[in-house]
């Protein structure tokens, strides 16, 4: 059973840094695409970051610069460093696995990711 386990989630106020951690367990493939995923109040929830099992990295425009996604394999462990953080980065933020390395960045809404987290949640005050 796959489980995607996400923390580090918090109240910072624009201008300032959190760091993300997702989790994961029981996914056996070694081919994969994870990312980050946010969501927002009455909003669509939205691809942030996505990075492959060869490190290969991709991110949305507006966060281009300011988050950084990363992974430690021997932990299981997938990272979200976000910094200069801004009000309209606040959302929850959940993190997905696909069996398909492909899939990273091909699309920015959240089709087609295989397995969720629950969320942390992020709240940006100006």
């Known amino acids: 059973q796959v489980q995607l386990v996400e923390s580090g989630g918090g109240s910072v106020q624009a201008g300032g840094s959190l760091r993300l951690s997702c989790g994961a367990s029981?996914?056996?493939?070694?081919?994969?695409?994870m990312g980050w995923f946010r969501q927002a109040p009455g909003k669509e929830r939205e691809g942030v970051a996505y990075?492959?099992?060869?490190?290969?990295?991709s991110y949305r425009d507006s966060v281009k610069g300011r988050f950084t996604i990363s992974q430690e394999n021997a932990k299981n462990t997938l990272y979200l460093q976000m910094n200069s953080l801004k009000p309209e980065d606040s959302a929850m933020y959940y993190c997905?696995?696909?069996?398909?390395?492909?899939?990273?960045?091909?699309?920015?809404?959240?089709?087609?990711?295989?397995?969720w987290g629950k969320g942390t949640l992020v709240t940006i005050s100006s």
């Open positions: 029981g996914f056996t493939s070694s081919r994969y695409c």
């Open positions: 997905a696995i696909r069996r398909d390395e492909n899939w990273c960045g091909q699309r920015w809404d959240s089709y087609g990711m295989d397995y």
């Open positions: 990075i492959d099992m060869n490190g290969r990295t």
